[in-house]
């Protein structure tokens, strides 16, 4: 067995974190092993364990880095909506926009996508703060909650239908694209999974556009 080279670059962390992005990108979350991660990067198990604490604290940097990576693919994508338009188009077609990009990223990088939601951060001990990884895991959220918001604030949205609407566009996008991933809509083609995408979308959307039915809540309240 050939001795491991001595690192010499100065940032053994991101070091590591770059390999078991690697790997997390490659064959996704299960397979980051910090020993794996070190032989990749040429040292000992032992000098990783200097900088994380165990597998669970390294799968942690790893799905804040993949969730900074979907966030920005949901900006870039809103940011593209054009601005010559009314406030209320302008809105809904954002929120479409964040709903597309979620979707393709987790078809483009698989991977990263099941990395992303692959770390909880749980009980925080005393006196820590929240963390940069932990912060990013709560980026998307945080997008689409703002993009919500701004569909209230031009009219779009009724104000007592805004709660719980996070639920309903993140469980939309999130279960379509794991029907295309992992389920039985894997082997669809891709054109038929575009317009079908699109038609998700817009049924999400004109159901938040939706004035509120005063019947069909009753309905459901007595249920």
Do not use: K
């Not at 799968?59 to 979907?70: C, D, K, N, T, V």
């Not at 556009?209 to 309905?219: H, M, Q, V």
């Amino acid at each position: 067995m050939s001795r491991l080279t001595p690192y010499h670059h100065g940032n053994l962390r991101a070091a590591l974190v770059d390999a078991g992005m690697d790997l997390a990108r490659a064959e996704g979350p299960q397979s980051v092993v910090l020993r794996e991660v070190a032989r990749r990067v040429g040292v000992s198990h032992n000098a990783a364990y200097r900088h994380f604490a165990d597998r669970d604290d390294l799968l942690l940097e790893i799905a804040g880095r993949a969730m900074a990576l979907l966030s920005a693919a949901m900006r870039s994508h809103s940011a593209a909506v054009p601005e010559d338009v009314d406030a209320i188009t302008r809105g809904r077609w954002r929120l479409q926009a964040i709903g597309r990009a979620y979707v393709e990223f987790a078809l483009a990088e698989p991977g990263l996508f099941a990395s992303a939601f692959s770390s909880f951060t749980g009980s925080r001990p005393p006196g820590r703060g929240v963390t940069p990884a932990e912060q990013e895991l709560a980026a998307p959220f945080e997008l689409l909650s703002s993009a919500l918001d701004d569909l209230v604030t031009v009219g779009y949205l009724d104000a007592d239908r805004r709660q719980g609407a996070e639920v309903t566009c993140w469980a939309a996008v999130h279960g379509f694209a794991m029907l295309h991933l992992e389920g039985p809509l894997r082997g669809i083609e891709p054109d038929v999974r575009d317009d079908a995408l699109a038609t998700m979308l817009d049924t999400v959307d004109c159901g938040l556009g939706a004035p509120p039915d005063a019947t069909l809540d009753r309905l459901v309240n007595d249920l």
